[in-house]
């Protein structure tokens, strides 16, 4: 992305936060920092002050100036720490404020109509969206508002110190033997010499640390992803004693950390170099140049020191953008890491909106699911089913063999959530749908969140969940349902099955669909299952996908994928 779109896209970004509906506090923050960092202008411009009138005091060896600079420290010093803390307060209200709107921003976005599945096949930079949302939205608008802090400090550092450094420049002549040029402000033009060399320098080196920033995000990123992978099929890999290839695939991915820290340690290094001496030396030079005129009796020694001050300020302001190359490099990396990850999203509507040939959802005016000229196809549009048109009534048991793969394609494309394909798909007027994958997911928290998972849809009362965990043999479990645990790893899969049948004999769903939903069972468990389905829900319409053949007798119709 070239910095001209980069700063576009941002600012269009940073705008939905200043016109949200928290508008008017977002603006007061903003504008109450702003004022808060003209008064730390302020306090820069009477510390130079106070430093010129106590060394002139030294000068003097008077005692009297001297206590009364003392007393003029003592006040400046609470006004300091009071505006010190003030300011600390204001900025990171605003960074929590800003930062908790873009990750809701970003997550609700992706965490909504299926996005977060639709996107995986589709090209573009999209991976590790966990890392994205929790570390590059933190980087994203913390580091904006110091650097934009900064960046109004220098602003204002530069208005307020060219004055003081143009007054006490005076008059030099520059003697070129043939004539006698008069230079205005010399330490002024010096600073502004010195500052652009400095800073078109240290853009130079600086240059491969933004490429290297991201390079380590998305690293540090995929191990942490592949980490977490790991924990949680924990139970897969011990039973195969897999650890050693763990350990490996481990150990691959963090030499790609090293081989990328040690390309932005060189930078950083060049950068830290450069940074360093630079800093040294603005310490000395700005005195060494206005050395002469005191030992010449043209100026004081307050006058002197003030001048020094100046220049080191001006200096820094002029010379934000060396100053910051680390900062804005790591920033400008998170902040392209959002966009493309919020692109990606724009670009799954806008290929899902595109398709030439889709599956339509439509809902029909009679209790039937029916496909007409129904095809499942790949994302690159390849067919891979023949037409499928059937009507499939309430109550009818329906068993899809064949490709198991393609039987749960065709189960997303009646969830809505896989388009690729043709035809249309007539969902039921009347009843709910229920889907059971092969694993259903157990949210970390208590298993009662677990079992009404999601909560805010509808609320179990002690006595259905007790009565249904008995019904599909997980009495055991009554006494946990208000413990705390990770129970994708503590359920073995064969509970994780039965605590899905719970969730169904709960929800008590019209249309059922069945992807390999008990194949972790024995074959009695699984036709026990399926009798008490039709027990409980005798109504209930259902399409299963099985590899069993211990099921079959119990569906009335087949359908071959």
Not at 40 to 65: D, I, K, P, Y
Not at 352 to 371: G, T, Y
């Amino acid at each position: 992305m070239s910095t001209n779109n980069f700063f576009i896209e941002f600012l269009r970004l940073a705008k939905l936060y200043w016109c949200s509906e928290h508008k008017l506090k977002v603006r007061g923050l903003v504008v109450f920092l702003a004022f808060l960092t003209v008064l730390q202008m302020v306090m820069a411009v009477l510390m130079t002050q106070w430093s010129a009138a106590l060394f002139n005091a030294l000068e003097q060896h008077s005692m009297r100036g001297l206590l009364v600079q003392i007393g003029l420290l003592v006040l400046l010093f609470f006004a300091e720490m009071a505006l010190t803390g003030t300011h600390l307060v204001t900025k990171r209200n605003l960074q929590i404020s800003w930062r908790g709107w873009l990750t809701e921003y970003v997550f609700s976005r992706w965490m909504d109509a299926g996005r977060h599945y639709l996107i995986t096949p589709l090209p573009g930079e999209h991976d590790n969206p966990d890392g994205r949302i929790a570390e590059d939205c933190r980087v994203t608008t913390e580091s904006a508002v110091i650097l934009g802090h900064s960046l109004l400090y220098s602003i204002l550092l530069l208005v307020g110190f060219t004055d003081v450094l143009w007054s006490r420049s005076g008059v030099v002549t520059l003697d070129l033997g043939f004539a006698e040029i008069p230079v205005y402000g010399h330490l002024v033009w010096i600073a502004i010499i010195y500052s652009a060399l400095a800073s078109w320098f240290g853009w130079l080196l600086g240059r491969p640390l933004t490429g290297a920033t991201n390079a380590r995000q998305s690293a540090e990123a995929n191990f942490r992803a592949t980490l977490l992978e790991a924990q949680e099929n924990s139970q897969a890999i011990a039973l195969i004693h897999a650890e050693a290839c763990e350990r490996n695939q481990f150990r691959a991915l963090f030499l790609k950390i090293q081989e990328v820290w040690h390309t932005q340690t060189a930078a950083w290094r060049n950068i830290t170099m450069f940074g360093t001496s630079y800093a040294t030396f603005s310490m000395v030079f700005p005195i060494l140049i206005s050395a002469p005129r005191y030992i010449m009796g043209k100026i004081t020694l307050g006058s002197l020191m003030q001048s020094a001050q100046a220049f080191q300020h001006m200096t820094s302001a002029l010379s934000w953008p060396a100053n910051n190359l680390g900062g804005i490099a790591e920033w400008r990396a998170s902040v392209e890491r959002i966009l493309s990850l919020l692109q990606s999203l724009e670009h799954v509507d806008r290929e899902v909106a595109q398709i030439e040939h889709r599956i339509q959802l439509v809902c029909s005016d009679r209790p039937v699911l029916a496909f007409r000229q129904v095809r499942i196809g790949k994302y690159q549009g390849t067919a891979l089913t023949p037409e499928i048109s059937m009507e499939i009534g309430k109550g009818e048991r329906v068993l899809l063999t064949g490709n198991a793969v393609t039987g749960a394609r065709l189960f997303r494309a009646i969830a809505g959530i896989r388009p690729w394909g043709s035809g249309t798909i007539e969902l039921p007027s009347q009843g709910r749908l229920f889907f059971m994958p092969a694993r259903p997911y157990l949210p970390t928290g208590t298993l009662r969140y677990a079992i009404g998972y999601p909560s805010s849809r509808r609320v179990y009362t002690q006595e259905q969940i007790e009565q249904t965990l008995h019904l599909v043999g997980l009495e055991r479990l009554i006494d946990q349902l208000d413990q705390r645990e990770h129970w994708a790893n503590f359920l073995t899969p064969e509970e994780q099955q039965l605590l899905g049948m719970v969730r169904l004999l709960l929800n008590r769903p019209q249309w059922v669909f069945l992807q390999e939903s008990f194949d972790a069972l024995e074959h009695e468990d699984e036709k026990r299952m399926l009798r008490l389905i039709c027990k409980q829900l005798p109504d209930a319409t259902l399409l299963a996908i099985s590899h069993s053949a211990n099921g079959t007798a119990f569906y009335t119709r087949h359908l071959a994928l």
